[in-house]
């Protein structure tokens, strides 16, 4: 998929503000091909929008389709300020603070891309019972990137295996584990999604 001019735009954004964890391109294509089958009238959820990139490939997957809405949760208001000042379709909500206290006020989701600490490395529960049945939950960084040290990379990979552990054991997920990009779990909630 040719890289939108939006991501191209937020990438830039990102490497000027020194933000160097923006979702890598391969991730962000995975994005955009899972939004673009999301179920009609259905919801995107992004846990930690970062400076937009990963958004950025949501929102791409998604055109030319405005019956979908996507909110992106953000706990740094600086970056959730400059995502922010991009120009985003009105179906895209932000809400600035901790996923973990925003998530269940927000209701139940069809894609979830879990993008921060809260929700994802701790919290995942929150997360998993924001799913609708038929619901997807993307997590990614299985694998620890290479300019983290190696003690930090041993607590990442030992942090991921406690994640992967927790979701294979849920009866009501269906999983799997892509050698993707860093590193793809992928989960769907078992049953019929919801009439749109
Ligand atoms: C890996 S970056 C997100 C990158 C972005 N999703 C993308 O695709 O480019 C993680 C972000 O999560 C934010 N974050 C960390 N803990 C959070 C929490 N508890 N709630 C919301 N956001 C959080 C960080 O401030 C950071 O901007």
């Given at each position: 998929?040719?890289?939108?001019?939006?991501?191209?735009?937020?990438?830039?954004?990102?490497?000027?503000?020194?933000?160097p964890?923006?979702?890598?391109?391969?991730?962000?294509?995975l994005?955009?091909?899972?939004?673009?089958?999301v179920?009609?009238?259905?919801?995107?959820?992004?846990?930690?929008?970062g400076?937009?990139v990963?958004?950025g490939?949501i929102?791409?997957g998604l055109?030319?389709?405005?019956?979908?809405s996507v909110?992106?949760?953000?706990?740094?208001?600086?970056?959730?300020t400059?995502?922010?000042?991009a120009?985003?379709?009105g179906?895209?909500?932000?809400?600035?603070?901790?996923a973990?206290?925003?998530l269940?006020?927000?209701?139940r989701?069809?894609?979830?891309?879990?993008?921060?600490?809260?929700?994802?490395w701790?919290?995942?529960?929150?997360?998993?019972?924001?799913?609708?049945?038929?619901?997807?939950?993307?997590?990614?960084?299985?694998?620890?990137?290479?300019?983290?040290?190696?003690?930090?990379?041993?607590?990442?990979?030992?942090?991921?295996?406690?994640?992967?552990?927790?979701?294979?054991?849920?009866?009501?997920l269906?999983?799997?584990?892509?050698?993707?990009?860093?590193?793809?779990?992928l989960a769907?909630?078992?049953?019929?999604?919801?009439?749109?």
């Open positions: 998929m040719q890289i939108p001019s939006r991501v191209t735009a937020l990438r830039k954004r990102a490497v000027e503000s020194n933000f964890f923006s979702s890598e391109d391969s991730t962000g294509e994005l955009a091909v899972l939004a673009a089958s179920r009609p009238g259905g919801r995107i959820c992004e846990l930690g929008t400076l937009g990963g958004l490939w929102v791409a055109a030319p389709r405005s019956d979908v909110v992106t949760i953000e706990s740094d208001c600086h970056r959730s400059l995502a922010q000042e120009d985003w379709p179906w895209v909500r932000f809400v600035t603070g901790d973990t206290v925003e269940p006020k927000l209701g989701f069809d894609l979830i891309f879990a993008d921060a600490e809260g929700g994802k701790y919290g995942l529960d929150l997360t998993l019972a924001a799913l609708n049945l038929g619901a997807m939950l993307v997590l990614d960084d299985l694998v620890p990137q290479d300019w983290k040290s190696d003690i930090e990379k041993q607590a990442h990979r030992q942090k991921m295996d406690d994640i992967r552990r927790h979701v294979h054991a849920k009866p009501d269906v999983v799997t584990e892509l050698n993707y990009a860093t590193g793809i779990l769907v909630r078992r049953g019929s999604p919801p009439d749109a």
